[in-house]
């Protein structure tokens, strides 16, 4: 199973979340490209880093909104998507190289990431930007989504991605933000989620209902409250329960 967080969502002098100690415990980091977050100096420290200790480096791409965090929706024409999505791909790529590594994937972040999940031309621009950077480049996505289905028609590995930092509706997808229970922030809670999607594939939705979730990678957000102490969580469960954590790309 693999274990990625996003990092490297802070801007100038700001910095959100601590990606030194994330860095330690996960086995991909899904990087911010300077749209939704993250800035040069920002983006060369956190490649830095996680090549050092041997994360797997993902394109966590967004909107062009960095005052809304990438979480307000944008009505994009196509090409304008497809090729922001390929700067944005270029940018983090280019300080890889300086670490003789790579962007091993990409995954959509906040806003784009739901409206890819149920918008074709907004999942469609993501999947030409991929096929056009790098056929070879997975997807990290929530199985199922309309993006999921696009990217495996294009002929590219999509990667099945849950959260356990997020809580669940009955039908599979997330609790939207904007609700009271969008978050899992009890540490104990987080791992235990973590371990039910790795060992017995599903996830306690918030009627109690049980919804499958088969997925090869599952996510920690940085930005959540106490999420260094949940990856610490996480990691000691999975390994507990058997689980080796790998990067998947």
């Known amino acids: 199973m693999d274990l990625n967080a996003d990092l490297g969502e802070g801007f100038g002098s700001w910095r959100l979340g601590d990606d030194e100690a994330l860095l330690g415990l996960i086995s991909s980091a899904n990087v911010a490209c300077g749209f939704h977050a993250g800035d040069a100096p920002t983006m060369h420290r956190v490649c830095a880093a996680a090549a050092e200790r041997g994360v797997a480096i993902g394109a966590q791409v967004g909107y062009r909104d960095l005052a809304g965090f990438g979480r307000r929706h944008i009505a994009y024409d196509f090409a304008e998507l497809r090729d922001e999505t390929i700067y944005q791909l270029g940018a983090l790529d280019a300080f890889c190289r300086l670490y003789r590594t790579r962007v091993r994937y990409l995954k959509p972040h906040g806003a784009l990431y739901h409206a890819a999940a149920c918008d074709q031309a907004q999942a469609a621009a993501l999947v030409a930007a991929i096929s056009g950077y790098d ?20 002929g590219l590995r999509v990667v099945a991605e849950g959260f356990a930092d997020r809580n669940y509706l009955p039908t599979g997808a997330l609790v939207p933000r904007s609700a009271a229970n969008a978050l899992v922030t009890d540490p104990d809670q987080v791992a235990a989620q973590a371990v039910r999607m790795a060992v017995e594939r599903t996830v306690v939705a918030v009627d109690g209902s049980v919804v499958p979730c088969p997925v090869e990678s599952i996510c920690l957000h940085g930005d959540t409250p106490g999420a260094v102490r949940s990856a610490e969580l996480v990691r000691a469960a999975l390994v507990d329960a058997g689980v080796t954590l790998t990067p998947f790309a």
Do not use: M, N, S, W
Request: glycine residues 10%; negative net charge; charged residues 5%.
């Open 135 to 154: 056929h070879e480049l997975p997807v990290l996505c929530q199985p199922g989504t309309v993006l999921a289905q696009l990217a495996a028609g294009a």
